[in-house]
C-alpha cells in the first residue's frame, strides 16, 4: 500500500484557496500582464492561463509537507505561465512557494535556494543586457529577483531567527534540567551530610547507654547497677545536648550553638571514653588546622572510639594526631575482637561516614585488622579551607 500524504495544513489550506479564486477573479475580469501582441504569448486562450493557475494552487497544499516538491511543480507551472497571458496570483503564489521551500525544506535545501536564485538574478539580468545590448533588458534581472531571491532570502532570515529562537529554548530547557540536577544533588548531599552528624554524634552516647543498661541489668551488685546508672545518665544528658545543637542548626535558628566541635576537645572526649570502660591514651601532635579538617578529624577519632566501645577487646585504645607537612594523620588502634561478640548492634554506617568525610576533603581512610589489633587510618590534606 503506497503511503498516504499527511494532511496539509489549515493555514496552507487557506493560502491555496484564497490565491486560487484571486487568480480566478483576475481570470473573470480579463486582467493579465501581457497581451495578445507580446511575442512570448505562445498560448493566448484565456482557459490556458488556468492550468497554471490551478497547478501552483495544489502545490499550496503542499508547502509545509512537501516544500521541495511544491517548488519543483511550481517552478515548472510559472514557467508554462509565462508563455500564456499570464496571471498574477500564480507568480505570488510561486514567491510564497520559494519562501516555504527555504522556511520548511532541508537545511541544504535552505542554504542553497538563496545562492541559486541569487546566481539566476545575476543571470537574469546580465544576459539579456549583453545579448540585447538595451539597458532595460536589467529588468528582467529585477524582476527574477523579486520573485525567486526575496522570497528565497526573506525565509533563510526567518528560519534563521526561528532556530536561533529554538537555539535558545532548548539552552533555557537545559539550564532548567542541570539546575534541577544540581538541586537535587544538594539536597541528596546535605540529607547525607545530616545523616553522618547525626550518626557521630549521637551514636556514642546510644552506644554507651545500651552497654552500662546492659550491664545494670545483668549484674546483681548495687554499687556496679549504680555506677552504669550514673553512666547511663551522663551520656543521655551529653547526648541530649547535641541533638538540641543539630536541630538547631536545622531550624537556622541563629541562637541555638553551633555544632562545630575542635580539636581542643578529643581531650574531653578521651575522659568520657574512659569513663564507658575504654583504656584509651591520646597523642595529638598537631597545630592549626582548617575548620572542615578539624571537624572530620573530631568525627573520626568520635566513630572510632564509639566502634572500640562496641566491638574492641581487653586492652588499650591509642589515638594518635600527626600533622605531616600539607596532611593530618589520624590512627586509632584497638584490640581486635572480643570473645563474647560485640557489646552492641552495628550497622557498619559509621565506617562508611567515615569514608565520606575523608573523600570529601580529598584524603585517604582506611580500616580494618592489623594484627591483634583493629586499625583506622586517615589522611586529610590541609588544602580545605582556610585555617579555623
Not at 169 to 183: G, K, P, V
Not at 279 to 296: F, H, I, N, S, Y
Request: hydrophobic share 45%; proline share 7%; with cysteine.
Amino acid at each position: 500500500m503506497a503511503p498516504r500524504l499527511p494532511r496539509p495544513h489549515r493555514d496552507d489550506v487557506r493560502i491555496a484557496v484564497g490565491g486560487l479564486s484571486g487568480g480566478l477573479l483576475l481570470w473573470a475580469l480579463g486582467l493579465s500582464p501581457r497581451v495578445l501582441s507580446d511575442p512570448v504569448v505562445l498560448w493566448p486562450a484565456w482557459w490556458v492561463l488556468l492550468v497554471p493557475l490551478v497547478v501552483t494552487a495544489g502545490c499550496e497544499l503542499l508547502r509545509r509537507t512537501r516544500p521541495k516538491a511544491a517548488l519543483l511543480i511550481g517552478t515548472a507551472a510559472v514557467c508554462a505561465d509565462t508563455v500564456t497571458r499570464g496571471n498574477v496570483a500564480t507568480v505570488v503564489m510561486f514567491t510564497d512557494l520559494m519562501y516555504a521551500a527555504v522556511l520548511y525544506g532541508t537545511p541544504a535545501s535552505a542554504r542553497r535556494l538563496p545562492w541559486i536564485t541569487g546566481l539566476l538574478t545575476v543571470i537574469g539580468g546580465v544576459l539579456p543586457l549583453a545579448l540585447w545590448r538595451d539597458p532595460r533588458g536589467l529588468l528582467i534581472g529585477v524582476g527574477v529577483g523579486v520573485v525567486t531571491l526575496a522570497p528565497a532570502a526573506t525565509g533563510w532570515v526567518v528560519r534563521d531567527h526561528r532556530d536561533a529562537a529554538e537555539a535558545a529554548r532548548l539552552r533555557a530547557e537545559q539550564t532548567a534540567l542541570l539546575a534541577e540536577m544540581d538541586r537535587a544533588q544538594a539536597v541528596v548531599d546535605e540529607r547525607a551530610r545530616v545523616a553522618r552528624e547525626l550518626h557521630d554524634m549521637v551514636a556514642n552516647h546510644l552506644s554507651a547507654i545500651a552497654i552500662h543498661s546492659t550491664a545494670a541489668l545483668s549484674l546483681g551488685d548495687p554499687e556496679t547497677s549504680r555506677e552504669a546508672l550514673g553512666v547511663i545518665r551522663e551520656n543521655s544528658v551529653a547526648g541530649l545536648a547535641e541533638m538540641r545543637q543539630l536541630i538547631g542548626i536545622l531550624r537556622a535558628d541563629e541562637r541555638a550553638p553551633a555544632a562545630t566541635p575542635t580539636l581542643d576537645g578529643l581531650g574531653a572526649m578521651v575522659e568520657n571514653a574512659r569513663t564507658n570502660g575504654l583504656d584509651v591514651t591520646l597523642d595529638a601532635r598537631c597545630g592549626q588546622v582548617p575548620a572542615p579538617v578539624e571537624l572530620a578529624a573530631y568525627r573520626i577519632v568520635q566513630e572510632s572510639l564509639t566502634n572500640a566501645l562496641k566491638h574492641a577487646g581487653p586492652g588499650r585504645v591509642t589515638v594518635c594526631l600527626t600533622q605531616d607537612g600539607d596532611a593530618l594523620a589520624v590512627r586509632v588502634t584497638s584490640p581486635y575482637g572480643r570473645p563474647d561478640g560485640p557489646r552492641a548492634p552495628g550497622s557498619g554506617s559509621g565506617l562508611v561516614g567515615m569514608r565520606e568525610r575523608a573523600a570529601l576533603l580529598g584524603g585517604t581512610f582506611d580500616a580494618g585488622p592489623d594484627g591483634a589489633r583493629w586499625s583506622v587510618h586517615a589522611v586529610l590534606p590541609l588544602t580545605q579551607g582556610d585555617p579555623s
